[in-house]
């Protein structure tokens, strides 16, 4: 993951970059492009999920696993809302798509 140009890897790992996405995880803040993207806590723990396996498939059950400690049964309906929500504060920003979806399966964050 790390020999990626895309990702990067700085001050001890306080920071990860990828695809012009950065997240903060001393202060917690997340930088798409160089703006301030202001996410929940729940948003900023799913993009960072997402860009920590960048460029590979995180399953809709690994997400609903790690970031909502439940089954996927449980939490399918909020993983759709989130996703949304975060996408659409990243398209504010951009029209550049940085998360696929994998349709029933899950979503791949893009490192190009």
């Keep these: 993951m790390l020999a990626s140009e895309n990702i990067?890897?700085?001050?001890a790992f306080n920071k990860l970059t990828v695809a012009q996405v950065e997240l903060n995880f001393l202060n917690r803040t997340v930088f798409f492009?160089?703006?301030?993207?202001?996410?929940?806590?729940l948003e900023f723990?799913?993009?960072a999920l997402l860009m920590s396996?960048?460029?590979?498939?995180?399953?809709?059950?690994h997400?609903?696993?790690?970031?909502?400690?439940?089954?996927?049964?449980?939490?399918?309906k909020?993983?759709?809302s989130h996703m949304t929500n975060l996408r659409k504060k990243?398209?504010?920003?951009?029209?550049y798509r940085v998360i696929k979806t994998?349709?029933?399966?899950?979503?791949?964050?893009?490192t190009l």
């Design 8 to 11: 990067s890897p700085s001050q």
């Design 90 to 95: 990243l398209l504010v920003i951009s029209s």
């Design 33 to 41: 492009l160089e703006e301030l993207v202001i996410t929940t806590g």
């Design 102 to 110: 994998i349709k029933g399966q899950g979503y791949i964050f893009l």
């Design 63 to 76: 997400i609903a696993e790690e970031i909502f400690q439940r089954k996927l049964i449980d939490c399918n």
């Design 45 to 47: 723990n799913l993009l």
């Design 53 to 61: 396996n960048a460029g590979t498939l995180v399953t809709r059950e």
């Design 78 to 80: 909020s993983i759709n």
